[in-house]
């Protein structure tokens, strides 16, 4: 499956090597993965959430756009949602082509959108407070150079 949205870890190496072989033709293979960050003040944990069925069917139409843009050979994205810590891993996106510019600017076509787009919702824990991740100016611009 191309798109997956799950709350249980994955494990980083064999996805990779999972897709790699996959990539039937493809010269380059480009993956990006993406951590919990910590705070100041100390992050004690993360809350993803999202709305099953939406989710994927919108990342879905964004894998789809990203492989019409640019001569991919495969594309992967994996989300996590659910109680997340500081350093666990929370997403992964994986491109495949012939030659590494159409990889790479895919790849960072699929993290501007997930950053920015997707339909997930970050809750913060420090100490005992939790806050809403809110929508950053510098993810929106980097969204902008996409659009025709």
Known sequence: MTVRVQEELFDLGAETAGFAARASGAGAVVTFTGLVRDVPGGLSGMEIEHYPGMTEKALTAIRAEAMARWSLADALIIHRYGQL???????????ASRHRADAFAAAEFLMDYLKSRAPFWKNERVGSDSAWVAARDEDEAALSRWQD
Do not use: K, N, S, Y
């Not at 350093?87 to 994986?94: E, N, Q, S, T």
């Open 85 to 95: 810590r500081p350093g666990d891993l929370i997403m992964m996106v994986a491109t």
